[in-house]
């Protein structure tokens, strides 16, 4: 395992379309994170996740995005109904410990809403 | 909510030349850390700071926590091509379970050979 792999690396859904974004963390790593970035734009944070445990969900838009880490398999971010601005890249990280700084980064998924 | 600020947006340098830019921060945090990304690629880790007035070098790059906690500062010496690319900043607040980072919106480095 070579680092965070995340799948699709590029993605086009029309509105009204579902989007899955899945994310493998590195090898040992059971805490995995989401950014979304805009162009032009930093990295904004979504969800921490735990397996099976969501530990803070505090940047998720209120509807239509749903993140899981089950006990086996990736995490998957989950979006809904995609709209035009859900237009972004997708970061996922993975870290050791619980609340860790030093995050690996996967290199995105980019999401094209049409 | 927490902002970090980096300006100006884009910066552009000759090859060989030093070049230093800045994060500032409305609030305080307890870790920072400077991350790079290439096109096409995610942020890749350069400096974590985790005390205030830590002074820390990996390589030609050398990074501070500024002693207020609400700033620091990445240096990058003897610039090459490759130092091309989005300078991010990143604060922590704490550890646990409200771990997450805040970004600033980056600065785009460009070399010219």
């Known amino acids: 395992n070579a680092g965070v792999m995340q799948n699709p690396r590029h993605l086009v859904r029309r509105r009204g379309q579902e989007a899955r974004l899945r994310c493998s963390p590195m090898?040992?790593?059971?805490?995995v994170y989401w950014y979304r970035q805009l162009p032009e734009e930093g990295l904004k944070f979504m969800v921490y996740?735990?397996?099976?445990?969501?530990?803070?969900e505090s940047g998720m838009p209120k509807e239509r995005f749903s993140a899981e880490f089950p006990k086996e398999g990736p995490s998957i971010l989950r979006i809904q109904q995609v709209v035009r601005g859900d237009s972004a890249a997708y970061f996922c990280?993975?870290?050791?410990?619980?609340?860790?700084?030093?995050?690996?980064f996967g290199a995105g998924s980019r999401l094209t809403v049409l | 909510g927490q902002q970090l600020n980096q300006s100006p947006q884009s910066m552009f340098i000759q090859e060989g030349e030093d070049v230093s830019m800045n994060c500032t921060s409305s609030?305080?945090?307890?870790?920072w850390l400077w991350y790079k990304q290439d096109p096409g690629e995610g942020p890749v880790l350069l400096i974590a700071l985790y005390k205030a007035g830590e002074l820390t070098s990996n390589g030609r790059l050398t990074a501070q926590f500024g002693i207020t906690r609400k700033d620091s500062f990445l240096n990058i010496s003897a610039s090459i091509p490759s130092d091309v690319g989005i300078y991010f900043c990143a604060g922590q607040l704490q550890a646990g379970a409200n771990s997450k980072l805040t970004f600033g919106k980056g600065i785009t480095l460009s070399v010219r050979p």
């Open positions: 990280a993975s870290s050791l410990q619980l609340g860790a700084n030093v995050l690996t």
């Open positions: 090898k040992g790593h059971s805490h």
């Open positions: 609030s305080i945090f307890n870790t």
């Open positions: 996740l735990q397996k099976e445990n969501i530990i803070d």
